[in-house]
């Protein structure tokens, strides 16, 4: 598969309970993003990894996000304490670092109720 | 601050009926515009970069264009499988080492046979 994977593809979960997603990038891809895309809006920047190095994250990133990219793999996004403001489509993408461009994985829908 | 507008929001053309899609940006040194399409429930799929104004690229139906302002994507002879959210997003080379995308708040296109 030479695509980027999501899992899972959804995930109703009640708040105030943790949520970890899973992104498994283009495997010769050293830079990995997550975005977040609410109902007719365009995706926002949340994180972006370099290799295993978490480089930059977005204001929209409060406390209770935390990301990690274990040995410069896959990713994986938490969401603890999860509210109803966190409903949203969780968007993985990975680039090479002389590539301006992305590929976008499927993402994975939340829902908090 | 670097900021992308869509217009028009929703656009439903007649199958074979062309038209355009508009992209205005704002950005601080322009590294990249690119569009993207996304169909219901999946990751935006990468359709076109273009790097510098008067540059145009093509891809079957679409023909994308740039200017110092904007950027439009034009549909010829448009068909039903066209039919999806066309997204557009702007890096600048002021964004670190990030490459981080900003997006717009995309194009909904429906075309009906």
């Known amino acids: 598969d030479t695509g980027v994977s999501q899992d899972p593809r959804h995930k109703i979960t009640k708040r105030g309970q943790n949520v970890t997603f899973r992104c498994d990038p283009i495997?010769?891809?050293?830079?990995l993003y997550w975005y977040r895309q609410t109902l007719g809006q365009g995706p926002e920047f949340l994180t972006y990894?370099?290799?295993?190095?978490?480089?930059?994250k977005s204001r929209l990133l409060s406390d209770r996000f935390s990301a990690e990219r274990p040995k410069g793999s896959f990713s994986t996004l938490e969401i603890q304490r999860t509210e109803q403001g966190d409903s949203a489509m969780y968007l993985c993408?990975?680039?090479?670092?002389?590539?301006?461009?992305?590929?976008f994985g499927s993402g994975t829908r939340l829902t908090v109720v | 601050e670097d900021q992308v507008t869509q217009s028009p929001e929703a656009l439903r053309l007649q199958e074979g009926e062309s038209s355009s899609l508009n992209c205005s940006y704002t950005?601080?040194?322009?590294?990249?515009l690119f569009w993207y399409r996304q169909d219901p429930g999946k990751g935006p799929e990468f359709l076109f970069t273009?790097?510098?104004a008067g540059e145009e690229k093509e891809k079957e139906r679409l023909k994308a264009t740039l200017t110092k302002k904007e950027s439009f994507l034009h549909i010829t002879a448009p068909k039903p499988e066209d039919s999806a959210t066309y997204l557009c997003?702007?890096?600048?080379?002021?964004?670190?080492?990030?490459?981080?995308?900003?997006f717009g708040t995309g194009t909904l296109l429906a075309v009906q046979p």
């Open positions: 273009l790097y510098s």
């Open positions: 495997s010769e891809h050293n830079r």
């Open positions: 990894f370099q290799n295993e190095a978490q480089l930059e």
């Open positions: 993408a990975s680039s090479l670092e002389s590539n301006y461009g992305y590929t």
């Open positions: 997003a702007v890096q600048s080379h002021y964004g670190g080492a990030t490459n981080k995308l900003i």
């Open positions: 950005v601080s040194g322009l590294r990249g």
